[in-house]
C-alpha cells in the first residue's frame, strides 16, 4: 500500500518558518516527482513545488517563489519543504503528492497528474 505522510506543520507566527516532511513508503521513491500542494478553506487546491528525481529539477509556484526550497532525500524516502517568512495567507492544509517520471511537460505543477496523495499537515500562521 503507497503512503504518504505529512508531518511538521502547526501554529507559527508571521515572519516564521516551518520545515514539512513528506515520508513515502510502499512505492519506488526514486521513480517519482514529489509535489507539494496547498488548500485553505474556500479556496481551490494550489501548487507549492514540485522536485524530481530523474533530473533533479525543481519547480516553483511564482506566489511562493523566494520563499520555499523543495528538497528530497532518496535513502530517506522522504521530501520536504522549507517554507520561510510565513504570512497569514499561508495558513492552509499542505499536501505532498507523488507522480511518476516522466513527468508531463507543463504539468509539473498541476494536481491532476499527480498519482498518490498524503492526508496533508495543517499549517497556521498567526499575524
Known amino acids: 500500500e503507497v503512503q504518504l505522510v505529512e508531518s511538521g506543520g502547526g501554529l507559527v507566527q508571521a515572519g516564521g518558518s516551518l520545515r514539512l516532511s513528506c515520508a513515502a513508503s510502499?512505492?519506488?521513491?526514486?521513480?517519482?516527482?514529489i509535489g507539494w500542494f496547498r488548500q485553505a478553506p474556500g479556496k481551490e487546491r494550489e501548487a507549492v513545488a514540485c522536485?524530481?528525481?530523474?533530473?533533479?529539477?525543481?519547480y516553483y509556484a511564482d506566489s511562493m517563489q523566494g520563499r520555499v526550497t523543495i528538497s528530497r532525500d532518496n535513502a530517506k524516502s522522504t521530501a520536504y519543504l522549507q517554507i520561510n517568512d510565513l504570512k497569514p495567507e499561508d495558513t492552509a492544509v499542505y499536501y505532498c503528492?507523488?507522480?511518476?517520471?516522466?513527468?508531463?511537460?507543463?504539468?509539473?505543477?498541476?494536481?491532476?497528474?499527480?498519482?498518490?496523495w498524503g492526508r496533508g499537515t495543517q499549517v497556521t500562521v498567526s499575524s
Open positions: 510502499g512505492l519506488p521513491f526514486d521513480a517519482y516527482a
Open positions: 522536485v524530481t528525481n530523474r533530473d533533479g529539477i525543481t
Open positions: 503528492a507523488a507522480d511518476l517520471e516522466p513527468l508531463i511537460d507543463g504539468y509539473e505543477l498541476n494536481h491532476v497528474v499527480y498519482d498518490y
